[in-house]
């Protein structure tokens, strides 16, 4: 099945840029989100690229691709004390529509003033 | 719109009772999965569904049982409830392809 490996924590400064990886191993994979959850609340979709894009940018968030690598990046930038949260990269499995979402571990971003 | 509603937010069980987690969505989404979420874990598979009358189990199943009569709920019944299964658990649902919408989780404690 679908591995997902984030590093587990990030801690960056006020008004620096955050950038989160993320490594993957379905190729077949067709959509690919970032989730951001707050503490103590649930989960939001924060953005997502398909499979057949390299780049998308929205705002300060900026999602990169390697589908060679099967590696996933997001870019925070002028990261604020507000983007402090958990975020998981969350591949849309290819093979079917199982409706299966697999969640990895998550990366903790830690951001001090 | 509500989106995905969970209830209740919090719930303390004894060993050995047996609950229902609710989880209704007003989107008329055709998946819903339920996850729960421990610390240093993630989030975890319990049971998904693709449609109403079709479910099916994920990477954690054991001691949890799902029903999907129809698109709108999906509960979870834990049928004897086990310290092990304190966590914080997450329904959400989604078109095939779409992002999932969460709720808010439901925090269940068993003592």
């Known amino acids: 099945g679908e591995d997902v490996e984030q590093s587990l924590f990030l801690s960056v400064r006020e008004g620096d840029s955050s950038v989160i990886n993320c490594t993957y191993t379905?190729?077949?994979?067709?959509?690919l989100y970032w989730y951001k959850q707050e503490p103590g609340a649930g989960l939001q979709l924060l953005t997502y690229i398909f499979s057949n894009m390299d780049m998308k940018q929205d705002q300060r968030l900026t999602v990169l691709l390697n589908k060679k690598d099967k590696h996933l990046s997001l870019r925070i930038a002028d990261t604020q004390t507000g983007d402090s949260a958990i975020y998981f990269c969350v591949p849309l499995p290819g093979s079917s529509n199982t409706g299966k979402l697999i969640f990895g571990q998550g990366t903790t971003l830690q951001v001090k003033p | 719109n509500a989106g995905v509603t969970q209830t209740p937010k919090f719930q303390v069980l004894k060993t050995g009772q047996s609950m229902t987690l609710q989880c209704a969505q007003d989107m008329n989404h055709e998946y819903m999965s339920w996850y729960r979420q421990d610390p240093g874990m993630g989030l975890r598979l319990i049971h998904y569904s693709v449609g109403a009358g079709i479910t099916d189990q994920g990477e954690v199943p054991n001691g949890y049982n799902v029903s999907r009569s129809t698109t709108e709920d999906f509960p979870l019944r834990l049928l004897s409830a086990a310290p092990s299964q304190t966590s914080v658990y997450f329904c959400a649902s989604s078109y095939p392809l779409g992002g999932y919408t969460f709720g808010s989780g439901t925090r269940l404690t068993v003592v």
């Open positions: 379905d190729s077949s994979s067709t959509y």
